[in-house]
């Protein structure tokens, strides 16, 4: 069955610390893959999008993420963090041409300090 | 702005209960979900509807069912509550570009 891991269930940084989280998938086929954030309160909402083309894609924020086919990953950065990033980050994945069923990962809780 | 709204932000349920929780969207979408968040588990998807009176099965459905009788709404139903389906319940509908659109969900505790 297809899935997707977060492997850092939680991550503390310091304001101005460089982010990189984690997000690996196992589909056989073409993918479309997203990032989704969830801030205090909020309702989770869609940070960034990759269905094909350019494997780095810019998001909302300043948030990046690169698609690396060979390794079955998506993985989010931002240089240079600040602190209101602290929020929950899912990662999702969905089979193209399927795509409204995404499959999402557990999630990473992000803590900034300041 | 896309608007979805669901009918309750918390409520308490007894154990056998039937439950009705309510999702509408106003931007004419024709996919609508329904989803549960648990802690550590992330999201998993419940039902998804892409039309009217049409709807499939997520990865978790047992226990549940849904009703889309009309294009903005979309209702999930627990017919006999149980502790364990105590969870917050997240709704969203889809835009033509495929990002989905989430309500402030509805934390749901059942005693």
């Known amino acids: 069955a297809q899935s997707v891991s977060q492997h850092n269930h939680h991550v503390i940084l310091s304001e101005a610390a460089s982010l990189e989280l984690g997000c690996n998938y196992s589909y056989g086929g073409t993918v479309n893959l997203f990032w989704y954030v969830q801030y205090p309160g909020q309702h989770l909402q869609l940070l960034l999008k990759?269905?094909?083309?350019?494997?780095l894609v810019k998001g909302i924020k300043g948030f990046e993420a690169e698609f690396i086919k060979s390794k079955f990953s998506f993985n989010l950065r931002k240089p240079s963090v600040q602190w209101s990033d602290t929020a929950e980050y899912f990662c999702?994945?969905?089979?193209?041409?399927?795509?409204?069923?995404?499959?999402f990962g557990t999630g990473t809780r992000l803590q900034v300090t300041l | 702005d896309v608007k979805v709204t669901q009918s309750s932000r918390y409520l308490v349920k007894r154990t056998g209960e039937k439950v009705f929780l309510e999702c509408v969207q106003d931007?004419?979408?024709?996919?609508m979900f329904w989803y549960r968040q648990d802690p550590g588990l992330g999201l998993r998807l419940i039902y998804f509807s892409y039309d009217v009176k049409m709807k499939e099965k997520g990865d978790i459905p047992e226990g549940y069912s849904v009703s889309r009788e009309k294009k903005e709404r979309f209702s999930l139903i627990l017919e006999s509550a149980s502790t364990n389906q105590t969870s917050m319940y997240l709704c969203a509908s889809e835009a033509d570009s495929y990002e989905q659109y989430f309500g402030p969900g509805t934390r749901l505790t059942v005693t």
């Open positions: 931007m004419d979408h024709e996919n």
């Open positions: 999702a994945v969905t089979l193209t041409g399927t795509a409204s069923k995404l499959t």
């Open positions: 990759y269905f094909s083309g350019d494997p």
